[in-house]
């Protein structure tokens, strides 16, 4: 029984609670159970809050009977890259500085998932603070991918990945910086989600790049996305970064398919420079939203490379910005592959830094004349699938592992991943990216693709 709850998605779980056929304490105690026979093997989890979590399941428990029932997050089993700060819970952003960090408050994030019900298990590994790709962490140790150990879970939301395909819990919150959310989730096979910048609060989120910085949920369906979206999406005005705009209802037409929408697939010299395998699934899954309805076109996007290589400096110079009192008096408590990516965008000059934000504008006029005839654009994830832990160097990873992401990060608009296709038992991604505050139009896609196919009814074989 426990092993079969941990199969539930966040919609089955919660129609199952409402109806009071499961109960929170068994949901938490299935997933608890989980994290105890298997994350020795993945290493996803810095900080386990059982105690806790089994306290709001009973809490969560008493509602629910008493007819106080909050919605699809009461009494879910999530759990937090530990970048998000949590009263009460140390938050370490994966790094040797924040060891002993124990903040007195909820981040934004954190406090409207509490307010829906949702129950945090743990804190979970990412690389440290945030600044990387391969989840290879020197302090807290690396992160297994659960399709095959000896490979990368992708990063730096490595460890939220790792647990969500491996049904340690049944959603967990990421950030995406350069592709932080999308890389992991694709290499592990599951969705990632990018929404808007500015749609989420980023307080109380330690930061990589203010900037460029977004809160996402990262799930095994597209519907459980959009149900952590509606938790999670709306304005904060004690964040400066958020931005009022109405948010819309991400269910309400889900399923409304994909007829007349008009895609573009980016094949060119940018995106088309892929491992063949995944190319070909990516064409596939262009083919199968044709046949669903969608009008499908060819465009070319090859400017992208400019716009990743911006992103990659604004990136390491506003993290070099952010720890330059330790950059100069600890430097040598940082990791090394995160010490070289700050100390490198330490050298950028400030003329160097205007011209990227120059070009941030001009690459997000680029795309929306681009969304005048498109309604969404179609892409890989990434070029690979997980590279072996063994040999795989941080640094010279990001650029390749970030190649497909990173431009819509400078862009700030909504892109998601979800499986597309297995090469050598490895999962393929296929990213849809929408314009700004089209999140709604980019799930209903998103959801058309997965519920015609069955890539994301498959499961690592633990």
């Given at each position: 029984m426990?092993?079969?709850?941990?199969?539930?998605?966040?919609?089955?779980?919660?129609?199952?609670?409402a109806?009071?056929t499961?109960?929170?304490v068994?949901?938490?105690?299935?997933?608890?159970?989980?994290?105890a026979?298997?994350d020795?093997?993945?290493?996803?989890?810095?900080?386990?809050?059982a105690?806790a979590?089994?306290e709001?399941?009973?809490?969560?428990?008493?509602?629910?009977?008493?007819?106080?029932?909050?919605?699809?997050l009461?009494?879910?089993?999530?759990?937090?890259?530990?970048l998000?700060?949590?009263?009460?819970?140390?938050?370490?952003a994966?790094?040797?500085?924040?060891?002993?960090?124990?903040?007195?408050?909820?981040?934004?994030?954190?406090?409207?998932?509490?307010?829906?019900?949702?129950?945090s298990?743990?804190?979970?590994?990412?690389?440290?603070?945030?600044?990387?790709i391969?989840?290879e962490?020197?302090h807290?140790?690396a992160?297994a991918?659960?399709?095959d150990?000896?490979?990368i879970?992708?990063?730096?939301?490595?460890?939220?990945?790792?647990?969500?395909?491996?049904?340690?819990c049944?959603?967990?919150?990421?950030?995406?910086?350069?592709?932080?959310?999308?890389?992991?989730?694709?290499?592990?096979?599951?969705?990632?989600?990018?929404?808007t910048?500015?749609?989420?609060?980023?307080?109380?989120?330690?930061?990589?790049?203010?900037?460029?910085d977004?809160v996402?949920?990262?799930?095994r369906?597209?519907?459980?996305?959009a149900?952590?979206?509606?938790?999670?999406?709306?304005?904060?005005?004690r964040?400066?970064?958020?931005?009022?705009?109405?948010?819309?209802?991400?269910?309400?037409?889900?399923?409304?398919g994909?007829?007349?929408?008009?895609?573009?697939?980016a094949?060119?010299?940018?995106?088309?420079?892929?491992?063949?395998?995944?190319?070909?699934?990516?064409?596939?899954?262009?083919?199968?939203?044709?046949?669903?309805?969608?009008?499908?076109?060819?465009?070319?996007?090859?400017?992208?490379?400019?716009?990743?290589?911006?992103?990659?400096?604004?990136?390491t110079?506003?993290?070099?910005?952010?720890?330059?009192?330790r950059?100069?008096?600890?430097?040598?408590e940082?990791?090394?592959?995160?010490?070289?990516?700050?100390?490198?965008?330490?050298?950028?000059?400030?003329?160097e830094?205007?011209m990227?934000?120059?070009?941030?504008?001009?690459?997000?006029?680029?795309?929306?004349?681009?969304?005048?005839?498109?309604?969404?654009?179609?892409?890989?994830?990434?070029?690979?699938?997980?590279?072996?832990r063994?040999?795989?160097?941080?640094?010279?990873?990001?650029?390749?592992?970030?190649?497909?992401?990173?431009?819509?990060n400078?862009?700030?608009?909504?892109a998601?991943?979800?499986?597309?296709g297995?090469?050598?038992?490895?999962?393929?991604g296929?990213?849809?990216?929408?314009?700004?505050?089209?999140?709604?139009?980019?799930?209903?896609?998103?959801?058309?693709?997965?519920?015609?196919?069955?890539?994301h009814?498959?499961?690592?074989?633990?």
């Open positions: 426990a092993q079969s709850l941990t199969e539930l998605s966040i919609a089955e779980a919660a129609a199952a609670l109806a009071q499961i109960s929170p068994e949901l938490v105690r299935s997933h608890l159970d989980r994290i026979q298997i020795g093997l993945l290493n996803s989890v810095i900080t386990l809050t105690n979590a089994l709001e399941a009973h809490g969560a428990a008493a509602a629910i009977a008493a007819g106080k029932y909050r919605g699809a009461h009494g879910i089993p999530i759990a937090l890259k530990d998000y700060e949590t009263r009460g819970v140390r938050t370490t994966g790094t040797r500085f924040l060891r002993e960090y124990v903040p007195t408050a909820d981040c934004e994030p954190v406090a409207r998932l509490r307010d829906a019900g949702a129950i298990l743990a804190k979970l590994n990412m690389h440290e603070w945030a600044l990387g391969t989840n962490n020197p807290y140790g992160v991918n659960p399709w150990p000896a490979r879970s992708g990063g730096s939301s490595g460890g939220s990945a790792a647990a969500v395909a491996a049904q340690l049944m959603a967990a919150l990421g950030s995406d910086t350069g592709g932080s959310i999308r890389i992991p989730a694709a290499l592990c096979g599951i969705v990632g989600l990018k929404p910048f500015g749609r989420i609060s980023v307080r109380g989120v330690i930061p990589l790049s203010w900037n460029l977004h996402g949920p990262m799930t369906s597209v519907e459980d996305a149900i952590m979206l509606s938790a999670l999406a709306g304005y904060d005005p964040d400066p970064w958020s931005v009022n705009m109405p948010v819309d209802d991400y269910l309400a037409e889900l399923g409304a994909v007829r007349g929408m008009r895609i573009g697939l094949i060119d010299s940018h995106f088309g420079d892929a491992d063949a395998p995944i190319l070909a699934a990516v064409q596939a899954a262009a083919d199968r939203l044709q046949e669903l309805g969608a009008e499908l076109h060819t465009i070319d996007l090859g400017d992208a490379a400019e716009a990743r290589a911006y992103n990659t400096l604004m990136t110079a506003d993290a070099a910005a952010y720890h330059h009192e950059l100069r008096d600890q430097r040598d940082f990791g090394v592959d995160v010490l070289a990516r700050m100390e490198s965008g330490a050298r950028f000059t400030s003329t830094y205007a990227a934000r120059r070009y941030q504008t001009t690459w997000r006029r680029r795309l929306e004349q681009l969304f005048e005839t498109a309604d969404l654009v179609l892409t890989a994830t990434t070029p690979v699938t997980a590279p072996t063994a040999g795989t160097d941080a640094v010279a990873a990001a650029p390749t592992l970030t190649r497909f992401t990173a431009p819509f400078l862009a700030g608009i909504p998601i991943t979800l499986p597309c297995f090469s050598e038992q490895l999962p393929i296929l990213q849809i990216i929408g314009p700004a505050w089209a999140e709604a139009r980019v799930l209903r896609a998103a959801y058309a693709y997965e519920q015609a196919t069955d890539w009814t498959r499961r690592p074989a633990f």
